[in-house]
């Protein structure tokens, strides 16, 4: 590809002049009078960014946390929590608003499998997801379920990570004197704050 989604890294392989090859090429363009548009994925990061691997971005954005009821060892499989899992779904696709990711600490780790009772438990665990590291956890910290559509997580809208990708946007439109944006995925918004947030947290990325 050009670039991956999220970093807005370009492929060195393809462009090893960065984004002055494009700086380039819309002078180019704009002598013979065409106009040229930036096309990206809005806020969506791709999983093999390096916001996601080998260490997971703290801001990645999420639905919901749990508490880790007993410590979890590099060999566990499955997690065992304080709060129901008993509303989380392990339906995934293209444009299923929902994931199969926890973040604990730096490590992701996937499930296929919840109790609908207690004691509350993820199960069928892909440990060490993404190339993330496989570790130990402790009982009583933090895992993060990861918000996730179109096959991609999302920052925190209320974080750094958010802001970075909005600023990163901007200096290579600005950099390239790229015409306009094409925020192709902000149709996606809802998966940053609930349906009742969409307007909100988009025309934030865009502002």
């Known amino acids: 590809g050009f670039f991956d989604f999220g970093t807005l890294e370009l492929n060195k392989e393809k462009w090893p002049d960065g984004w002055d090859s494009f700086k ?37 954005g999420y639905v919901e946390t749990f508490t880790l009821a007993e410590p979890l060892t590099a060999s566990s499989t499955e997690i065992t929590v304080n709060e ?21 600490g730096d490590e992701l780790i996937e499930f296929n499998e919840v109790t609908k009772t207690a004691p509350f438990k993820f199960k069928g665990l892909k440990r060490g997801a993404n190339k993330t590291v496989v570790a130990s956890h402790a009982a009583g910290i933090t895992a993060y379920h990861l918000s996730e559509r179109f096959a991609r997580f999302v920052p925190d809208p209320n974080s750094e990570l958010f802001q970075m990708i909005a ?11 790229f015409d ?23 025309t934030k990325f865009i502002f």
Not at 85 to 93: D, E, K, N
Not at 167 to 177: G, S
Not at 188 to 202: D, H, R, T
């Open 180 to 202: 306009g944006i094409y925020l192709d995925a902000i149709d996606g918004a809802a998966v940053l704050g609930g349906e009742e947030n969409f307007w909100y947290y988009g």
């Open 167 to 177: 600023r990163k946007h901007a200096e290579i439109v600005n950099h390239c004197d």
């Open 24 to 60: 380039r090429i819309n002078a180019k363009l704009h002598r013979h009078g065409i106009s040229h548009i930036f096309h990206t994925y809005a806020f969506f990061i791709d999983k093999t960014t390096n916001y996601v691997t080998p260490v997971p971005h703290k801001d990645l």
């Open 84 to 104: 129901s899992t008993a509303h989380v779904s392990t339906i995934t696709g293209f444009h299923t608003e929902n994931s199969v990711t926890l973040r604990l």
